[in-house]
T-cell receptor
Framework: DVKVTQSSRYLVKRTGEKVFLECVQD?????MFWYRQDPGLGLRLIYF???????EKGDIPEGYSVSREKKERFSLILESASTNQTSMYLC???????????FGPGTRLTVL | GQQVMQIPQYQHVQEGEDFTTYCNSS?????IQWYKQRPGGHPVFLIQ?????EVKKQKRLTFQFGEAKKNSSLHITATQTTDVGTYFC???????????FGGGTRLMVKP
């Protein structure tokens, strides 16, 4: 089974800090993504990527940027964290042929 | 843009009772997927339905895709405590292989 790892399970940051969330898959999948999960709102797509150095905006990209320098790694960056970015962040990969998605364990980010 | 809605948002049932969650899309879908997220866990793929009117079963779980391919349901017969979690439906977005998720239905089962 392909594994997806995220850099932290829990993270506490202060308003205005720059925050890096990392996601690594241990296979060669092209499609990777970042969602945030909030109660009652389900999973909302922030950014996704089809390949190295490629990125596409999802539904809520404001306040976020991403980086994909290597195929296995997709990073989410909060340039200046704000309290409304307190959330659960889920990353993973999608299979091209079947388009099912596989998720990492998630990072629960709290911005104080 | 495309919207995927689920009802109910929460459901409490007694162990042994049945449970159903409903999913509706604002657009016709080429397929629909269902995921389960256990408390403290991450979403895990359960199944994909592709054909109009399709019905698939996984043990006590029955999944249906509507004739118009805009709605779907998940029915659990005789719930068990192991069924606890949040169930999400998801449909493909217009572009690429990404998905739009519904808001989820959180199932709680009283033993």
């Amino acid at each position: 089974d392909v594994k997806v790892t995220q850099s932290s399970r829990y993270l506490v940051k202060r308003t205005g800090e720059k925050v890096f969330l990392e996601c690594v898959q241990d296979m060669d999948h092209e499609n990777m993504f970042w969602y945030r999960q909030d109660p009652g709102l389900g999973l909302r797509l922030i950014y996704f990527s089809y390949d190295v150095k490629m990125k596409e905006k999802g539904d809520i990209p404001e306040g976020y940027s991403v980086s994909r320098e290597k195929k296995e790694r997709f990073s989410l960056i909060l340039e200046s964290a704000s309290t409304n970015q307190t959330s659960m962040y889920l990353c993973g990969y999608g299979r091209v042929s079947y388009n099912e998605q596989f998720f990492g364990p998630g990072t629960r980010l709290t911005v104080l | 843009g495309q919207q995927v809605m689920q009802i109910p948002q929460y459901q409490h049932v007694q162990e042994g009772e049945d449970f159903t969650t409903y999913c509706n899309s604002s657009t016709t879908l080429s397929n629909i997927q269902w995921y389960k997220q256990r408390p403290g866990g991450h979403p895990v793929f359960l199944i994909q339905l592709v054909k109009s009117g399709e019905v698939k079963k996984q043990k006590r779980l029955t999944f249906q895709f509507g004739e118009a391919k805009k709605n779907s349901s998940l029915h659990i017969t005789a719930t068990q405590t192991t069924d606890v979690g949040t169930y999400f439906c998801a449909g493909p977005r217009n572009a690429g292989n990404m998905l739009t998720f519904g808001g989820g239905t959180r199932l709680m089962v009283k033993p």
